[in-house]
């Protein structure tokens, strides 16, 4: 037998197991230093594959690299009026601290509403200033054009003609005075000033002689020249053919202007001031006048040094230039009640660099300064929360840390209590405490080479690795010890005593162990990383923790023998021996004794009551709805968590994590400067169809760049300035390769949600049906993703996956206690008994979480309580299932059997239950929900499986079963008992 032999080279070579063991742990002690290296801390980093959500990312990060950061910062400001002169006062200051102190690394911008502002201003000081001289001096020519040509004629035609001549040849003589005179100021002048000038004076000199024939006007000479000049100046405007804007100009100063103010500078340039606010829509006439006496040449440090004291004086409401309101609500909340401050790196959460990650330090540096800076701004009505995704990455990370500080030390306190008063000893406890601690050691070192070989590992499987290990690990090691005690009480030496153990319990723990790493190992089958990780992690650390109990703690119990029981030793141990053996004599009847009597005496009832209790709480567990929703079960302290709980309600919960569309045609959208209409046409399909889909909150892309749709048609038609500033905002929907549009999709509800996560079934039906309806669309590939959509693609594939996995599960743990057992209907059994303990533990889980507590049951909690309690749950069947079998090995009857069995086993296996319960309750303490759940379901359903299956419903079940419970066809079945009782009679 196997283990026998394991047992013989155990005590033959104790020695030198020790020594192998104290190697491995110096081996591994640099991997477990370096394991916070492979650890992340938010699920959507940890999800990989062909996915079509993850495609769309693969392409959004290759065709906008600049539209999309690496790592982003978010300081969310929350209050009651976010506008007011402290938070904007705050802001500046903060951002100007940012900047001097450089503390940030890999910072690369920092953007606050005002930053907005100010950029805003200065581009606007830069464009305006040197075109308010330029409109200024287009306006005194125009004036002078207009009016100084025909002032001149005029005042040749009065003071310098023979006024004996009739009204003919004084206009004559005129002409011919003003026209010298022109050609005389004009000889320095381009050709095409020449050219206007001599074409105006022409047009004005005939109308001025067509005013001869009128008898009214021909005796007043300044009525005359107005005449003409309104006659004169709309038909050069028009014959010109300047540009629309020009000549929309030169018509305003035409009939603005007159012989008495066309001369005046002031006039002049308050006319100009006044065309720069009508086409510029500026209506701030003190604020353009200041820009004006900046120039005439404007030099960016001046004007944005303008621009900041413009900002850090005015406020949103009244800054004299505005942005898009679209642009507006992404820095704050429609009812002002919260304000975003958004910090961007061009390194992302998870870089490392020397050991370190430089961007998740950014967090706590950016944090100091904001507490440094709100006391003299802000009081306490105002919120401030550093968030986004390093900081997620801090927080939970901080959170990690300090609550295995606290999980650490209470579940060790514990389990050194709960095994010191079941051993009755000070030491012994230490015996399987510190076999954990070696396999807990080795098992770091596992997670460093899974996360840096396979996959990054997600944080909660480092606590879920130290609960597990303290409760399965501890168990393993204890139940040697038990039965090594167990031996020692009943007289048999130190060699035999730890020959049986690893003969008989090591049996025991190894097809228990087996059982549980098959269920973590199918975890492996999953796609999502967080999951395969959790299950090679957890599966290795369960073997690791396996060879720890079945070569160590023996080792150690020949090294020591009965001194770890100090002080029941010697005289102490032999009267206590003596006295429990006596006890068992005289028929001591023990509660576990009088438990599995009342069992198999009422063995029908007690099966009765446990299916009516199963029938409801199946369905509970079948049917029962799930949350993918990772950001509500966050941890609710985490200021990272508060603050996107406090921009869900300012902005709305679908702008955290938008969905995002890509369009990729066959053909350019944008060549040469000239958009694809039918391309743009297509866009603008999409996006009109996707504002009218159920819980879609807004939709942006290249025909809507800030939600509201433009006349891509026409932009020939806007002014060059205006049409540069669309096409900019539509550019930047299109990618590098110019044949790929994003388009953004704002969603009413959360990302993770189960409304967002449907949406996407939505969103994507319908693109397949204007796909197969416009023919530009057809021939485009188009792909949906965003952070709802990995979700929504995960939870489909996940939903195969876990039915994938809970077959090979049961029938993986089916055919090793199939080998173990040689019984058919008792492993049957066997794995029916512990879903019993899942649905009664999902169902509790879900009464206390999902309605008391009112936090979503998320999608993991009932994979993993499948999975693992199929496997760690089974431990206390096998270990009264294997010993029940060895008493029948021996020649007891079945009744006798599984009372005995029981009656020895009862303390040792609820001991076990209750510290591999409290050891899994531990993970209560956490912040994070998912860990709670977990924590709670694990915890319930062991103790559940130790105090009501192991003790009530395996006898009964045995009971009715009887002769058949151990039936297996032929080659399986072992030596039959009335064989191996005469067989041992007559020896």
Known sequence: MIFEKLADGVIRHHKKILVAWIIILAFVVPAVLKVNEVLVYQESEMVAGDKESLIAQDIIDEQFPTAVANSTLMIVISGNDVTSPSVRDFCIDLENQVAAEDGLEYLESMTTIYSVFTGAITAAVIEMGPMMYSVESEVNQTVNLFYGVPSLYLNNWIYYTNSTLNISDRDAEAYTITLSALDATLAT??????????????????????????????????????????????????????????????????????????????????????????????????????????????????????????????????????????????????????????????????????????????????????????????????????????AITADMESSMTNELMLIEPITIVLIIVLMGVFFRSVVAQFLPLGGVMVALGVSQAIVFVVGSLVADIHYTVVTMLFSILMGVGTDYAIFIVARYREERIKGHGREDAVRTSITWAGESISTSGATVMISFFALSISDFSMIRTMGLVLGMAIGISLIVALTLVPSLLLLLGNRIFWPTRGQRWKKFAENVMAKRAQGHRSYFRKAATFSINHAKAVMLVA????????????????????????????????????????????????????????????????????????????????????????????????????????????????????????????????????????????????????????????????????????????????????????????????????????????????????????????????????????????????????????????????????????????????????EMHKGRSDRDAIV????????????????????????????????????????????????????????????????????????????????????????
Do not use: C
């Not at 694990?938 to 009887?962: Q, S």
């Open 189 to 390: 002048e381009d050709e095409a000033v020449k050219l206007a000038t001599y074409q105006y004076f022409s047009s004005f000199a005939i109308a001025w002689n067509a005013t001869s024939e009128n008898s009214t006007l021909a005796s007043d000479p300044v009525a005359r020249a107005d005449d003409a000049i309104t006659v004169a100046a709309p038909i050069f405007i028009d014959e010109t053919q300047y540009p629309e804007d020009q000549m929309v100009m030169m018509t305003s100063v035409l009939y603005s202007f007159d012989f008495t103010t066309f001369s005046n500078a002031s006039v002049i340039h308050g006319f100009s001031i006044s065309m720069i606010s009508s086409l510029s829509g500026i209506d701030d006439l003190s604020f353009l006048e200041e820009v004006y006496s900046i120039g005439p040449e404007y030099d960016y440090s001046e004007a944005i040094a303008f621009a900041s004291q413009i900002v850090a004086e005015g406020s949103i409401s009244d800054y004299p230039i505005s942005i898009p309101p679209e642009y507006l609500a992404g820095f704050v909340s429609p009812d002002n009640s919260t304000m975003l401050v958004v910090l961007t790196f061009d390194k992302s959460s998870d870089f490392m660099e020397g050991g370190e990650k430089p961007i998740v330090d950014n967090v706590q540096a950016l944090r100091d300064m904001v507490s440094d800076a709100k006391p003299t701004y802000l009081g306490t009505d105002y919120g401030l929360y550093v968030t986004g995704d390093a």
């Open 611 to 886: 299916i009516l209790i199963s029938v409801p709480t199946t369905y509970v567990f079948l049917t029962a709805e799930t949350s993918f929703d990772f950001i509500s079960g966050m941890s609710s302290g985490a200021e990272s968590s508060e603050g996107i709980t406090a921009m869900t309600d300012g902005f709305g919960a679908g702008r955290i994590m938008p969905t995002e569309i890509v369009v990729i045609f066959d053909s350019p959208v944008y060549v040469d400067g000239n958009f694809s209409m039918p391309s743009l046409d297509a866009v603008a399909l999409v996006t009109a169809s996707m504002s009218n889909v159920e819980n879609v909150k807004q939709v942006t892309g290249t025909t809507n760049p800030r939600g509201s749709p433009i006349d891509y048609r026409n932009l020939s038609m806007l002014s060059s300035e205006t049409r540069a500033s669309q096409e900019s905002l539509m550019l930047e929907t299109i990618g590098l390769d110019q044949r790929t549009v994003l388009i953004t999709v704002i969603l009413e509800t959360g990302p993770m949600t189960s409304d967002s996560i449907a949406t996407i079934d939505d969103i994507r039906g319908l693109i397949a049906t204007l796909k197969a309806d416009d023919p530009s669309l057809a021939s485009a590939v188009v792909y949906v993703g965003g952070a709802t959509a990995v979700i929504a693609d995960l939870a489909k594939d996940l939903n195969e996956q876990f039915t994938i996995m809970e077959v090979v599960v049961v029938i993986g743990i089916f055919i090793v206690l199939l080998i173990v057992l040689r019984a058919v209907l008792l492993s049957l059994f066997a794995i029916i008994s512990i879903m019993l303990s899942i649905s009664w533990a999902f169902a509790a889980t879900v009464l206390l979480f999902g309605y008391s507590l009112n936090e979503p049951i998320l999608w993991i909690a009932p994979l993993i309580l499948f999975i693992m309690l199929m496997g760690i749950g089974m431990d206390y069947n096998i270990f009264i299932l294997t010993r029940i079998r060895e």
């Open 900 to 987: 005995e069995s029981l009656d020895w086993t009862g303390g040792i296996i609820t001991a076990l239950a209750v510290i591999m319960g409290s050891a899994f309750a531990m993970m209560m303490i956490s912040s994070t929900v998912m860990l709670k759940e977990i924590g709670f379901a694990l915890g319930f359903a062991i103790l559940l499986d130790a105090m009501v299956v192991r003790t009530y419903i395996v006898p009964a079940m045995m009971t009715l079963l009887g002769k058949w419970g151990w039936w297996a066809p032929g080659p399986l079945q072992r030596e039959r008992r009335k064989e191996r009782a005469f067989r041992d009679l007559k020896e």
